[in-house]
């Protein structure tokens, strides 16, 4: 790799000379800044980003942290802030903590090493830890989708209570008065939100609220087939399921498949987030639609508007609206329950008792 002195010896100039080129630092003649310029193509020289750091106080990155990458909800997410820093002139570092709070604060430390110019923060959770680190700062920060404790700055989300209300609101119009809920992990709010709207549409309805009938899990596929399986296995097991977002919705469809629930037909699902595999699954998955790839983008330019000196303004609380796809994997009550039912259990439980 070329370095800056032989650009330097090449195009007979002084190291310094190269510098102010690449840093736009100071006048250079025009045929001299040609030439320079010319010979760092050619000889292929990349630039210290470290370096140029020291001289311009900037690195034109921006740090993403994110709680896990196999989740399909934050690939949606961190694609639309890549896309709108690459047009505002930022390249990314993304780091995942795989859902493990020590490798996400150690993770934000090798980032802040890095000298990135603004962190996007997606947290796995809050602890003291990590509420101190961020405090200790003067970068700009930008939370998305969940809260951290302690933390001022700007934050983008989407309104899970409403989305977790419209969901089990949209069970309750289909007829549905045996409704569960898959629950994510209690320590984070947007699953706790999810909960809430869920028990304040149910209790709109005048559906009494059953524990039995609220499971928690993580947001995988498996943490949502266990659940299922808990939930089917109940002796008035429910009519309708809510999952708290689309990777444990499909893999509750896998638990109904195998202990023979025909969804929708004897069972109902609606998912959460709208990940792309929502629409491959079988049946297809009715779910709440996040604006993931606008929350990124969003997210984005509210942390290059803090970078390039928007320091003082007031901090941004964005709230997004979910929305209701309807697909295959939700029907009206009367359909699944029309040919019998007992003590008013779904008819598909009690045939299985038969």
Not at 41 to 55: G, H, Q, T
């Amino acid at each position: 790799m070329a370095t800056m002195k032989q650009v330097a010896e090449k195009a007979g100039v002084s190291t310094s000379t190269v510098s102010h080129v690449i840093n736009n630092t100071r006048m250079v003649r025009a045929e001299v800044r040609a030439r320079v310029l010319s010979l760092i193509d050619e000889m292929r020289y990349i630039p210290s980003a470290v370096a140029r750091s020291l001289k311009n106080a900037r690195t034109q990155t921006i740090g993403i942290m994110i709680p896990n990458n196999s989740n399909p909800y934050f690939a949606e997410l961190i694609q639309g802030a890549e896309d709108a820093a690459f047009k505002l002139g930022y390249n990314i570092i993304l780091c995942n903590a795989y859902d493990d709070a020590r490798k996400q604060v150690a993770y934000i430390r090798v980032l802040l090493e890095k000298r990135i110019d603004g962190l996007i923060l997606a947290a796995c959770g809050s602890d003291d830890e990590l509420t101190m680190l961020l405090r200790d700062q003067d970068i700009p920060i930008v939370l998305v989708d969940r809260e951290v404790s302690g933390v001022d700055a700007d934050f983008v989300e989407a309104d899970h209570e409403r989305g977790g209300y419209l969901a089990t609101n949209y069970l309750i119009g289909l007829g549905h008065r045996q409704i569960a809920c898959v629950s994510g992990p209690v320590n984070l709010p947007p699953s706790r939100n999810r909960v809430v709207g869920y028990m304040r549409a149910l209790k709109e309805a005048g559906i009494p609220i059953r524990l039995d009938y609220l499971m928690r899990s993580d947001f995988t596929s498996e943490g949502g087939f266990v659940a299922f399986q808990k939930l089917l296995a109940l002796p008035q097991p429910p009519s309708a399921i809510f999952a708290s977002n689309d990777l444990m919705a499909i893999g509750g469809l896998c638990a109904a498949s195998e202990a023979q629930v025909r969804v929708p037909e004897q069972l109902s699902v609606i998912g959460y987030d709208d990940v792309a595999l929502a629409s491959f699954s079988t049946p297809r998955l009715t779910t709440m639609a996040q604006p993931k790839y606008e929350m990124g983008a969003l997210t984005a330019r509210a942390l290059v508007a803090r970078i390039l000196g928007d320091h003082h303004a007031p901090l941004r609380c964005e709230k997004l609206d979910t929305t209701l796809v309807v697909r295959q994997s939700t029907a009206p009550y009367l359909r699944q329950g029309a040919a019998a039912s007992v003590e008013g259990e779904p008819f598909w439980a009690a045939s299985l008792m038969r």
